[in-house]
């Protein structure tokens, strides 16, 4: 089992930034990528933006591509998200996830944390 445990939210103004982190302990030999999620009330998960533990590959959704980064300090198993020129619409909660498989891109993710707000004002 891997646990995963999100931090970094909060009220932001419009045009701010907000780093987001994400901390995996137990099995954590066993992650190979990891990703974040959104969610708002009323609709469906979101996915935002992933990254493969070793070489570093990522890809975004196209809503944050330029404006968030994803990224990895392996020696603390900690997944970050940097997020930049935030806007009123990246209200949201946000999710961290890992898959149990090595594939990527990630098809499926088995463990998630229990997510942090973000709130951007406008």
């Known amino acids: 089992q891997v646990q995963l445990v999100e931090s970094g939210g909060g009220l932001v103004q419009a045009g701010g930034s907000l780093r987001l982190s994400c901390a995996a302990s137990g099995r954590t030999f066993n992650i190979y990528a990891m990703g974040w999620f959104r969610q708002t009330p009323g609709k469906e998960r979101e996915f935002v933006a992933a990254i493969r533990w070793s070489g570093g590959n990522t890809y975004y959704a196209n809503s944050v591509k330029g404006r968030f980064t994803i990224s990895t300090d392996n020696a603390k198993n900690t997944v970050y998200l940097q997020m930049n020129s935030l806007k009123p619409e990246d209200t949201a909660v946000y999710y961290c996830?890992?898959?149990?498989?090595?594939?990527?891109?990630?098809?499926?993710?088995?463990?998630w944390g229990q997510g942090t707000q973000v709130t951007v004002s406008s």
């Open positions: 996830a890992a898959p149990e498989k090595r594939l990527w891109p990630v098809q499926k993710y088995d463990y």
